[in-house]
């Protein structure tokens, strides 16, 4: 079965400030990608997904990610933050019907 | 409005008891799943079921349970022989069919068992 690391625990931030945070999983075969937030008291929702084509994926609210299949990794980004991205960020990767998650990484804005 | 119902949202119960946790989808998915989440562990994938009366342990099945023996619904029990029961149980479904489709996921169920 896939496994999925997330290198970043709990990032912190002021408004305006880049962000990008890692996401590389380990498994050979053909994957599909996702990014999930959830937001206090919320339950998860899709943030992005890669399954094929263009590496470079958007999302809502501004996010965006790449894939980098050399590198197994799926990394998030944003070019500027805002303290209602306060959330925790969950990369998660599906192949067949199996779905792992990563640790997630909590995200704080400070405003 | 389609999607997915956990009840109850805050569950109880006494060690050496077991518990089911419901979960009912509306969404006409094939696919449904179990996870567990515990702060700074992410979600950890408990059981999965692709179609009716079939199911796949995931990371960590040791103590529980499935069944699915309706498209819509795929209750998890959590038995007596689980060592650490009191966690956010999530679940989610999706379309087996397509495997780029995402998850979705109910408000999910938080056991504490004393």
């Known amino acids: 079965a896939q496994s999925v690391s997330q290198h970043n625990h709990h990032v912190i931030l002021s408004e305006a400030a880049s962000l990008e945070l890692g996401c590389n999983y380990s498994?050979?075969?053909?994957?599909?990608l996702f990014w999930y937030v959830q937001y206090p008291g919320q339950h998860l929702q899709l943030l992005l997904k890669?399954?094929?084509?263009?590496?470079l994926v958007k999302g809502i609210k501004g996010f965006e990610a790449e894939f980098i299949k050399s590198k197994f990794s799926f990394n998030l980004r944003k070019p500027s933050v805002q303290w209602s991205d306060t959330a925790e960020y969950f990369c998660?990767?599906?192949?067949?019907?199996?779905?792992?998650f990563g640790a997630g990484t909590r995200l704080t804005v400070k405003p | 409005d389609g999607g997915i119902t956990q009840s109850p949202k805050y569950l109880f119960r006494k060690e050496g008891q077991n518990v089911t946790l419901s979960c009912e989808q509306n969404?006409?998915?094939?696919?449904m799943y179990w996870y567990r989440q515990d702060p700074g562990q992410g979600l950890r994938l408990i059981y999965y079921?692709?179609?009716?009366?079939?199911?796949q342990k995931g990371d960590i099945a040791e103590g529980y349970s499935v069944s699915r023996e309706k498209k819509e619904s795929f209750p998890l029990t959590v038995t007596s022989a689980q060592k650490n029961p009191t966690a956010f149980y999530l679940c989610?479904?999706?379309?087996?069919?397509?495997?780029?489709?995402?998850?979705?996921f109910g408000n999910g169920t938080r056991l504490t068992v004393t």
């Open positions: 989610a479904s999706s379309m087996a069919s397509s495997y780029n489709s995402p998850l979705h």
């Open positions: 498994y050979g075969g053909t994957v599909n």
């Open positions: 890669y399954f094929s084509g263009d590496p």
């Open positions: 998660a990767v599906r192949s067949n019907n199996d779905m792992r």
């Open positions: 969404l006409n998915h094939d696919a």
């Open positions: 079921s692709q179609i009716v009366n079939d199911f």
